[in-house]
């Protein structure tokens, strides 16, 4: 078969695009960093078009390299057309990208029947699906399991939304600080498809493009852990055919007032909840003691996250009867004053699981908490802990069994914001600035040598990350 009749290659075809812009940049008289500098794009995005490595190219950075380089309008037709091509083919190679990002959901989620009946309603809201849905904490309570909930109800409608579940955790509560909305949608862009290094750099550009790639489509926004409605606003589809959820413990009244969100409040388990909660994770020593059960419940203040913590102590210390873990929960509480309050409840809840761990076990739990990621897998653990992975694997296990920290992903663990404040104010205290620095050392270093495959943009982006971090 001839060239002239021998189909072109993906790569050719972008190798044609990336030949064209070259000449129209030379003749142009133009550097790759003074078109770049032009056109607002990096020049790593420059490099990448002109070489053909980028397979969809962003309609609006043509535009602007085809402004910055003055063509005429016969030029920029073909300049346009070129790109068309690209695009064209990177669509039928594949289609739209499906993304299905939901995290899942414990087996022994418990109680919530209202609500998730009210969230139904919601769906189907003034005739049509409501776009924005906020489940809230009634008194800002953290722990009460908004995320459990949110989530529960997004896999039960997840047929609905043929085209994709995006998943962000916006970090609004953690002890660092929030995610950016602009991180927030660069990671949704590259997750559908946009190429990374042609990412635009303002947050409401990126915004622009993350409507214009959702338009037409149905798909579900999950945006968890939202601090404010500013964070929020720009994350949101303008299309009807999409729903936004999202979890925080504001109330977050700008986007009921502003945006036309329904809110959902979420208050703490009802008794009877909190007591089948407590009877699935511990078994019949609660079902044989329903009054140390209910009393337990009561001093958890029926608040998920310290119910499931309670139940892990209480799975630990088999053959202590319920009551007597109920009184020394009681004698922990005191010691710390904390009174009927679900925040300070908490507290002793946390306090008087980690005073039963084994002091290996306790130290891993406070290094770990100054990981500055929302999870992490056992080779990072073993970085903190100065351990190997195989002992770094047994201890999250171990912690995971304890519900001080949760799986994320296969591999993968975290621990709620509210557990993880807690074991840093313990670092802080226990460990000292030296251990912790060197721990963070440790992790920074596992990290660049992991970067390493990426070349030295990866190194150095990580290498900022983590000196970032460190100095704040």
Same mark, same amino acid.
Do not use: F, K, M
């Given at each position: 078969m001839s060239g002239d009749t021998e189909p072109h290659s993906d790569f050719d075809r972008h190798s044609d695009f990336g030949r064209l812009l070259r000449r129209r940049r030379l003749a142009a008289g133009l550097t790759q960093e003074e078109l770049a500098e032009r056109a607002k794009l990096s020049v790593r995005a420059l490099r990448d078009l002109e070489r053909g490595a980028t397979g969809r190219p962003y309609r609006h950075s043509i535009n602007r390299l085809a402004d910055a380089l003055i063509l005429t309008d016969a030029d920029r037709t073909e300049f346009s057309r070129m790109a068309r091509r690209v695009r064209g083919e990177a669509g039928r190679r594949g289609g739209p990208r499906v993304p299905r990002q939901l995290p899942g959901v414990g087996a022994d989620f418990t109680g919530r029947s209202a609500e998730l009946k009210t969230l139904a309603g919601l769906?189907? @809201?003034? *005739? *049509? =699906?409501? *776009? $924005?849905?906020?489940?809230? #904490?009634? %008194? %800002?309570?953290a722990g009460v399991g908004k995320t459990a909930l949110a989530l529960t109800w997004a896999r039960q409608i997840t047929d609905r939304f043929p085209d994709g579940q995006l998943y962000v955790n916006l970090r609004g509560y953690d002890p660092g600080q929030p995610m950016p909305s602009t991180d927030a949608l660069a990671g949704f862009l590259r997750t559908l498809g946009g190429p990374g290094q042609d990412i635009p750099a303002d947050t409401g550009e990126r915004a622009a493009a993350f409507r214009s790639l959702l338009a037409g489509r149905r798909m579900l926004v999950f945006l968890d852990n939202a601090s404010s409605a500013e964070q929020v606003r720009p994350l949101l589809p303008a299309t009807p055919d999409c729903v936004t959820v999202v979890t925080s413990r504001d109330t977050l009244a700008g986007l009921v007032a502003r945006d036309g969100a329904r809110r959902l409040d979420l208050d703490l388990l009802s008794p009877a909840d909190a007591d089948?909660?407590?009877n699935k994770l511990i078994g019949d020593r609660a079902a044989a003691d329903p009054e140390a059960t209910a009393a337990l419940? @009561?001093?958890? $203040? /029926?608040? =998920?996250? $310290?119910?499931r913590i309670a139940a892990g102590l209480a799975v630990s210390r088999p053959?202590? =009867?319920?009551e007597r873990l109920v009184a020394e929960l009681a004698g922990e509480q005191q010691r710390l004053d904390a009174g009927g309050d679900s925040r300070t409840a908490a507290q002793a809840v946390f306090s008087w699981s980690y005073r039963r761990l084994d002091p290996v076990a306790a130290r891993a739990f406070r290094l770990l908490s100054l990981h500055p990621g929302p999870d992490y897998e056992a080779y990072a653990a073993a970085a903190l $802990? %100065?351990?190997g992975p195989d002992q770094a694997s047994e201890l999250l296990g171990e912690l995971a069994r304890a519900y001080l920290m949760h799986p994320t992903a296969t591999g993968r663990y975290g621990q709620h914001d509210l557990l993880r404040a807690?074991? /840093?104010?313990? @670092?802080?205290?226990?460990? *000292? #600035?030296?251990e912790t620095r060197a721990a963070l050392t440790r992790l920074r270093d596992h990290y660049l040598h992991a970067a390493a495959e990426l070349g030295a943009t990866g190194t150095d982006e990580v290498r900022a990350w983590m000196n970032g971090w460190q100095n704040r």
């Open positions: 769906l189907e @809201a003034d *005739g *049509g =699906p409501v *776009g $924005t849905v906020v489940v809230s #904490a009634i %008194g %800002g309570t089948i909660l407590l419940a @009561a001093a958890c $203040t /029926r608040l =998920p996250l $310290t119910l053959s202590v =009867p319920l $802990t %100065g351990g807690y074991a /840093r104010e313990l @670092a802080a205290s226990q460990d *000292g #600035a030296d």
